[in-house]
């Protein structure tokens, strides 16, 4: 008797399901606390807490809605085998417009063209909702309809000009490996990732970013000359300082960094220049992005990624051939996407212990971030930045301990403030 695969599959997905809906609701019990925790009192505004109260909960609410919504749907869309029904039916899209079916390609390209529209249409909703109900009543957002609707359009369109070739390499490298007896596939197809991923990291921020956002270049000034400073006295290869336009969307405030090898650029968020009080705050909030800089993190992270997706290929290539599986979930052919998809499916167990063990990672490196821009003299505005982005973002804050673990790769505020507080202690 065969491995009821599917049945496995959507077992746990409904058990995770629940175990997640806990945690929820632990959260959100700590969200309606009515008093800020012992260690932010002082810190946080009354009026601050308020606010950030509300608008914790209603994202909450929400979020209850959506996971509800989703489970239903996933698991009714394998049990009741509605991919091998789209299958066939796009299949027969392909022949209908003059196309051979036979094409492994072309009927990919068209199921998931099929995909891509469903995955609009059922998030539409609550994404409207989230951007124009939630993020407004909060004073969050500031785009409009129009812009809301083409950034749609504009990610659609870059999901049709750049899916399409990639999606066709991948079937064309399992093709040729399989023909040929293909025992490195894994490797194969890791390389190809692994080559993509670079491209993207290099196009992204130079030609798809600007589609969304306009990058300027810092003004000169105090700000620029201090994050220049910084960045030389670290040796770190800064080749140009941004300003993005955030605010045309919402008022939440971030920086980041990107670029290979001696070409290093930052990017500062409009609003995150507008919420600091002072230069010093943001050039803070700089030391730490360069402290994951100057202790590999980022390095790590990617060798990790690159080290799991080699291990999700290889267990790929083990099951590829496993009528088995594919039967399981309604298939009595064998096509590569509806392997690589069936597959992610069935290690969803793997991938939520590794979620989990990435998060414990990434909070110990925002620790270790902190401590950095600590030892470059900026404790006290580092201190500051964090607490006026906890309000400006009017983040939560009460969390249940239970669920920050599972969830969040960054530590509490109360977390950060205490670690750097310790610090000081230990150092009298």
Same mark, same amino acid.
């Given at each position: 008797?065969?491995?009821?695969?599917?049945?496995?599959?959507?077992?746990?997905?409904?058990?995770?399901?629940?175990?997640?809906?806990?945690? +929820?609701?632990?959260?959100?019990?700590?969200?309606?606390?009515?008093?800020?925790?012992?260690?932010?009192?002082?810190?946080?505004?009354? +009026?601050?807490?308020?606010?950030?109260?509300?608008?914790?909960? /209603?994202?909450?609410?929400?979020?209850?809605?959506?996971?509800?919504?989703?489970?239903?749907?996933?698991?009714?869309?394998?049990?009741?085998?509605?991919?091998?029904?789209?299958?066939?039916?796009?299949?027969?899209?392909?022949?209908?417009?003059?196309?051979?079916?036979?094409?492994?390609?072309?009927?990919?390209?068209?199921?998931?063209?099929?995909?891509?529209?469903?995955?609009?249409?059922? +998030?539409?909703?609550?994404?409207?909702?989230?951007?124009?109900?939630?993020?407004?009543?909060?004073?969050?957002?500031?785009?409009?309809?129009?812009?809301?609707?083409?950034?749609?359009?504009?990610?659609?369109?870059?999901?049709?000009?750049?899916?399409?070739?990639?999606?066709?390499?991948?079937?064309?490298?399992?093709?040729?490996?399989?023909?040929?007896?293909?025992?490195?596939?894994?490797?194969?197809?890791?390389?190809?990732?692994?080559?993509?991923?670079?491209?993207?990291?290099?196009?992204?921020?130079?030609?798809?970013?600007?589609?969304?956002?306009?990058?300027?270049?810092?003004?000169?000034?105090?700000?620029?000359?201090?994050?220049?400073?910084?960045?030389?006295?670290?040796?770190?290869?800064?080749?140009?300082?941004?300003?993005?336009?955030?605010?045309?969307?919402?008022?939440?405030?971030?920086?980041?960094?990107?670029?290979?090898?001696?070409?290093?650029?930052?990017?500062?968020?409009?609003?995150?220049?507008?919420?600091?009080?002072?230069?010093?705050?943001?050039?803070?909030?700089?030391?730490?992005?360069?402290? %994951?800089?100057?202790?590999?993190?980022?390095?790590?992270?990617?060798?990790?990624?690159?080290?799991?997706?080699?291990?999700?290929?290889?267990?790929?290539?083990?099951?590829?051939?496993?009528? /088995?599986?594919?039967?399981?979930?309604?298939?009595?052919?064998?096509?590569?996407?509806?392997?690589?998809?069936?597959?992610?499916?069935?290690?969803?167990?793997?991938?939520?212990?590794?979620?989990?063990?990435?998060?414990?990672?990434?909070?110990?490196?925002?620790?270790?971030?902190?401590?950095?821009?600590?030892?470059?003299?900026?404790?006290?505005?580092?201190?500051?930045?964090?607490?006026?982005?906890?309000?400006?973002?009017?983040?939560?804050?009460?969390?249940?301990?239970?669920?920050?673990?599972? %969830?969040?790769?960054?530590?509490?505020?109360?977390?950060?403030?205490?670690?750097?507080?310790?610090?000081?202690?230990?150092? +009298?």
């Amino acid at each position: 008797m065969a491995f009821p695969y599917m049945e496995a599959v959507v077992g746990f997905m409904i058990l995770m399901y629940f175990f997640e809906t806990y945690l +929820d609701v632990r959260q959100h019990a700590a969200l309606k606390l009515p008093t800020l925790p012992k260690t932010l009192e002082g810190e946080i505004s009354q +009026d601050k807490f308020q606010k950030s109260r509300a608008y914790s909960l /209603d994202k909450s609410k929400v979020h209850f809605v959506r996971e509800f919504v989703k489970i239903v749907m996933d698991s009714t869309i394998l049990f009741y085998g509605v991919l091998p029904w789209f299958w066939k039916k796009s299949g027969n899209l392909v022949t209908l417009v003059g196309l051979n079916a036979e094409n492994e390609i072309l009927h990919t390209l068209a199921f998931l063209a099929g995909v891509m529209i469903w995955s609009q249409i059922t +998030d539409l909703p609550f994404s409207l909702y989230k951007t124009f109900v939630i993020e407004a009543r909060h004073g969050f957002n500031k785009q409009t309809i129009w812009l809301f609707f083409r950034d749609i359009i504009k990610e659609m369109f870059l999901a049709v000009l750049i899916g399409p070739p990639i999606v066709a390499a991948i079937i064309l490298i399992v093709q040729a490996r399989f023909s040929k007896g293909g025992p490195y596939l894994a490797i194969y197809l890791w390389a190809f990732m692994f080559v993509l991923s670079i491209v993207m990291m290099t196009v992204y921020p130079v030609l798809i970013a600007p589609l969304f956002n306009k990058f300027t270049p810092l003004p000169e000034g105090q700000l620029r000359e201090k994050i220049e400073k910084l960045a030389a006295s670290l040796k770190f290869p800064l080749k140009k300082l941004f300003v993005i336009d955030g605010s045309i969307r919402s008022s939440h405030s971030n920086a980041y960094m990107y670029g290979f090898f001696n070409n290093k650029r930052i990017v500062l968020y409009d609003t995150l220049i507008q919420q600091c009080k002072n230069d010093e705050e943001v050039v803070a909030v700089i030391a730490h992005e360069l402290g %994951h800089w100057k202790l590999n993190h980022t390095l790590y992270f990617f060798v990790a990624m690159q080290i799991l997706t080699l291990l999700k290929f290889g267990g790929f290539t083990l099951v590829r051939n496993s009528t /088995d599986l594919f039967r399981s979930f309604g298939f009595d052919t064998q096509p590569v996407l509806i392997g690589l998809i069936i597959f992610q499916h069935t290690v969803i167990p793997f991938q939520h212990l590794f979620n989990f063990g990435l998060n414990l990672v990434s909070r110990s490196f925002e620790f270790q971030a902190d401590a950095f821009g600590k030892k470059l003299g900026y404790a006290s505005a580092l201190r500051s930045s964090l607490v006026i982005l906890q309000e400006e973002n009017l983040s939560a804050m009460n969390t249940d301990p239970w669920y920050s673990a599972y %969830h969040y790769s960054h530590p509490t505020l109360a977390e950060r403030l205490a670690a750097l507080d310790d610090s000081d202690k230990k150092a +009298d």
